[in-house]
């Protein structure tokens, strides 16, 4: 089970960091991504961590201002949100998935598992 949090309202040019935590103890072995949908929208790619977390990929509508990491103890992955804009309004979900059929994974359907999804708001 994946949970997210950390969602909220924030100003254009604020920061959030959401964060997704994942029951079970093999977290290390799986690829974590975070996914957003905005209403009327379809799900949208956001990044994407590979299961030691020493790589990344994002996509060009957040590169350089969000960043991915994760916490194999914790069994935790984060996205810290910079410079946020009113199109990143959605909700965010955090995805899991255990096996690795490409690089980077940027589709929904690579992905196994799925949070209930975070709020989050940017106002102009």
């Known amino acids: 089970q994946l949970a997210e949090s950390g969602g909220g309202l924030v100003q254009a040019g604020g920061s959030l960091r959401l964060s997704c935590v994942a029951s079970g103890q093999t977290f290390s072995s799986y690829i974590m991504g975070w996914f957003r949908q905005a209403p009327g929208k379809a799900r949208e790619f956001v990044s994407t961590i590979n299961r030691s977390g020493d790589s990344t990929y994002y996509s060009d509508s957040v590169k350089g201002r969000f960043t991915i990491s994760r916490d194999n103890i914790k069994n935790t992955i984060y996205l810290q949100m910079d410079n946020l804009k009113p199109e990143d309004t959605a909700v965010y979900y955090c995805?899991?998935?255990?096996?690795?059929?490409?690089?980077?994974?940027?589709?929904?359907?690579?992905?196994?598992?799925w949070g209930q999804g975070t709020q989050v708001t940017v106002s102009s």
């Open positions: 995805a899991a998935a255990r096996l690795q059929t490409a690089w980077p994974m940027r589709n929904w359907n690579q992905y196994d598992n």
